[in-house]
């Protein structure tokens, strides 16, 4: 069978398999879910085995070793993604609920209903347990999806949806609902990405490169994030205590993440007492400070930041940092270099807490807090599916309530226009 | 100028426009909608006399007299389009209302607030009324809008624009907040739909080859549907006045739009009493049916409806007539040959209601209501800028709600990742 015929296939049945998936209760879902973790667990050294045989391929491929550690399935790796897939099963079911109701004067009855978007597509980099995490969220949501993974983990993904397959055909559940691409080729994915009749929405997760391409090359609609830019702006009169203890929690915690944080804004009044021992603790803790001029008059060992670092996702122990006059020159900053993505405020003060919260154009606008919370696990949206960073549909971590929709539900008793 | 300056400069410039208009406070966005109302009547006769230079040039370049109707400025069509201002006005403003909130095991307070989208282009055909209409709505929601009318309109709408612009310079609003497209060139469309960086949102109205042309050519996510093909199903046991009464008032009262009536389903038990009397209401009003097998035994004289009679959208004085076995046989009809746009179930049957509102994959389900309610006024939401049937974003009639997102606020104390 031909590329095309394998995707055009796939993406034809995923959208038969979205109807009955539509109709699923909660609990016979839920049931599903939860077997599927049992079955992962059970059939642990059988995917591990086939993993194997990625790890092997991959080395000889010359992988380094910090994408093999990605692509590696160990046995934590296995009750993770189990443990993930009962979770996701205690969630509350989002399809079905009214999420508004009101009567017309003719007495019409309208309301809103949640329903599933229908044919979901991810396709993602090598960690194979996005494989497990995403279909679970999907078909929670009652969707189907498309998982094409790195062609590196093909073995693993496939060992995994055979796993899934098999609960599915078990339970009187359509097959077709959690489908993983079967073939290593690049095509694939062109492919995927031209199925705008059967497929709803394509999910990209991983590095930036591979978001463009999803972006450039689909006609279906995608929700994605291309990069973390994200700021604490600390306040004339913020709490400098509660101030460390954040920056320093935002950018060292977990430097490689998209919610870590880049740039540190200072107002010109609080710079010369809060940087000095900010800075000894970020140095002592191996972070490199890049800075503006008045910020290197009062930390003179810092070198010279350029246009590159306000614009820079450092995903490391790196640290723009700049003095600011005032609130509007922070916010004007964060509207020139940030990317939608996490904005931190530390104040004191009511009125420009209200204010930042109002104006700052992000999808997680925070006050007194660490830019490491916007995740939807922290947020409390469940697990999440992944961030996005443009307005439609979703704009922040999206759980799985942001994996459906609602139609309109109208009851009347022969109601007729004049 | 070349008109892809003009045109990125139109884009840039609205992207500065919608930062200051997130900002704005309700009563003053209302204030200036009322007082763009005032001064489009203030101004009328200027506005006709600009836009019977459109007719002018549309009758020499041969428009039929249904297009000059279409394009024609009439006192009434002002005074229509400044009560639409009013009553937009009166409108609750969706910007800043606060979805859901909630508090963290840590403490972290969560909410969701709504923010405009940003900057929307509209790309529509002849009506000039839709400049008026569509600006209204999308400043409203605190977006900044592009508008791009149909070539044979451009002195109306220019003329509308500057009415908008003087009322935004007086009232010291960003006078980009609302612009009209200034030239006649197709190049221009193209050129919007690569605005992808500016330009949040593009919504074209027109017909359906319009609305193609925009989808294949845009860069930056459409709302749109292409056509509406929608059902009546009556069941068995329904009350048959009542059905008669939705069916004719579905196709007959304005058969020429999207939410009309096309094809027809009766349960078989149904039909032989059904059908005769409702057939001979149709054949009165003019209407032509086509009809299945089954049809044509109850009804002799009907025309054979052929596979494209399914799948019609006639917007005219046809209908499509099929007999089915039950609701299943029903649903799968709609599920084959609907447009996901507008289905209705007469019947008396509770269950098979509830199961209709469920099973049923429209943006709008009806139970015992004419198809024609299918319309943000009519179903409450105040004006609408259309309709979608994707799923994505907005489903079903899209109000001044839909023109705006969530971001997600978070109140700390201090709180950080552990």
Same mark, same amino acid.
């Given at each position: 069978?031909?590329?095309?015929?394998?995707? *055009?296939?796939?993406?034809?049945?995923?959208?038969?398999?979205?109807?009955?998936?539509?109709?699923?209760?909660?609990?016979?879902?839920?049931?599903?879910?939860?077997?599927?973790?049992?079955?992962?667990?059970?059939?642990?050294?059988?995917?591990?085995?086939?993993?194997?045989?990625?790890?092997?391929?991959?080395?000889?491929?010359?992988? *380094?070793?910090?994408?093999?550690?990605?692509?590696?399935?160990?046995?934590?790796?296995?009750?993770?993604?189990?443990?993930?897939?009962?979770?996701?099963? @205690?969630?509350?079911?989002?399809?079905?609920?009214?999420?508004?109701?009101?009567?017309?004067?003719?007495?019409?009855?309208?309301?809103?209903?949640?329903?599933?978007?229908?044919?979901?597509?991810?396709?993602?980099? *090598?960690?194979?347990?996005?494989?497990?995490?995403?279909?679970?969220?999907?078909?929670?949501?009652?969707? $189907?999806?498309?998982?094409?993974?790195?062609?590196?983990?093909?073995?693993?993904?496939?060992?995994?949806?055979?796993?899934?397959?098999?609960?599915?055909? %078990? *339970?009187?559940?359509?097959?077709?609902?959690?489908?993983?691409?079967?073939?290593?080729?690049?095509?694939?994915?062109?492919?995927?990405?031209?199925?705008?009749?059967?497929?709803?929405?394509?999910?990209?997760?991983?590095?930036?490169?591979?978001?463009?391409?999803?972006?450039?090359?689909?006609?279906?609609?995608?929700?994605?994030?291309?990069?973390?830019?994200?700021?604490?702006?600390?306040? %004339?009169?913020?709490?400098?205590?509660?101030? +460390?203890?954040?920056?320093?929690?935002?950018?060292?915690?977990?430097?490689?993440?998209?919610?870590?944080?880049?740039?540190?804004?200072?107002?010109?009044?609080? $710079?010369?007492?809060?940087?000095?021992?900010? $800075?000894?603790?970020?140095?002592?803790?191996?972070?490199?400070?890049?800075?503006?001029?008045?910020?290197?008059?009062?930390?003179?060992?810092?070198?010279? $930041?350029?246009?590159?670092?306000?614009?820079?996702?450092?995903?490391?122990?790196?640290?723009?940092?700049?003095?600011?006059?005032?609130? @509007?020159?922070?916010?004007?900053?964060?509207?020139?270099?940030?990317?939608?993505?996490?904005?931190?405020?530390?104040?004191?003060?009511?009125?420009?807490?209200?204010?930042?919260?109002?104006?700052?154009?992000?999808?997680?606008?925070?006050?007194?807090?660490?830019?490491?919370?916007?995740?939807?696990?922290?947020?409390?949206?469940?697990? +999440?599916?992944?961030?996005?960073?443009?307005?439609?549909?979703?704009?922040?971590?999206?759980?799985?309530?942001?994996?459906?929709?609602?139609?309109?539900?109208?009851?009347?008793?022969?109601?007729?226009? +004049?």
């Amino acid at each position: 069978m031909s590329i095309e015929t394998i995707i *055009s296939n796939m993406a034809r049945s995923a959208r038969a398999a979205s109807v009955e998936m539509a109709r699923c209760e909660s609990r016979k879902k839920d049931a599903v879910l939860i077997k599927i973790a049992d079955r992962l667990e059970a059939e642990g050294d059988r995917i591990q085995a086939e993993n194997r045989k990625d790890l092997e391929r991959g080395r000889e491929m010359g992988l *380094s070793d910090a994408m093999l550690d990605r692509l590696s399935i160990k046995p934590a790796t296995i009750t993770g993604m189990a443990d993930g897939l009962r979770e996701v099963a @205690d969630l509350e079911d989002p399809v079905g609920a009214v999420t508004k109701s009101w009567t017309r004067p003719n007495g019409l009855q309208v309301s809103r209903m949640r329903i599933p978007l229908g044919v979901i597509g991810i396709i993602y980099e *090598s960690r194979p347990n996005v494989t497990i995490d995403a279909a679970g969220l999907c078909f929670k949501a009652g969707n $189907a999806v498309i998982l094409r993974g790195g062609s590196e983990a093909l073995h693993s993904n496939q060992a995994l949806a055979d796993v899934v397959g098999s609960v599915l055909r %078990e *339970s009187g559940m359509p097959e077709k609902a959690i489908q993983v691409v079967p073939v290593r080729d690049r095509e694939a994915v062109h492919l995927l990405l031209k199925q705008e009749e059967h497929i709803d929405l394509i999910i990209p997760r991983g590095g930036e490169g591979l978001i463009r391409f999803v972006v450039e090359n689909s006609k279906i609609p995608v929700l994605k994030h291309y990069k973390g830019v994200c700021h604490v702006y600390v306040d %004339e009169g913020a709490d400098f205590q509660m101030a +460390e203890k954040i920056c320093f929690n935002a950018k060292v915690q977990r430097p490689g993440v998209c919610n870590a944080l880049e740039t540190l804004l200072v107002h010109e009044t609080a $710079a010369p007492a809060f940087l000095p021992p900010m $800075a000894d603790r970020f140095q002592a803790a191996g972070v490199e400070l890049r800075g503006c001029e008045e910020t290197r008059r009062i930390l003179p060992r810092v070198a010279e $930041a350029t246009e590159a670092d306000w614009e820079a996702e450092y995903l490391d122990l790196i640290l723009a940092v700049k003095v600011v006059a005032d609130m @509007d020159e922070a916010i004007a900053h964060m509207t020139r270099y940030g990317s939608s993505h996490t904005e931190t405020i530390v104040t004191s003060d009511y009125r420009r807490a209200r204010r930042f919260v109002r104006e700052v154009d992000a999808s997680v606008v925070m006050v007194n807090a660490s830019t490491r919370f916007n995740d939807g696990g922290q947020l409390g949206l469940g697990a +999440e599916i992944g961030i996005s960073t443009s307005k439609l549909h979703a704009f922040g971590p999206m759980g799985v309530e942001e994996l459906t929709t609602t139609k309109f539900v109208v009851f009347g008793d022969g109601q007729i226009r +004049e």
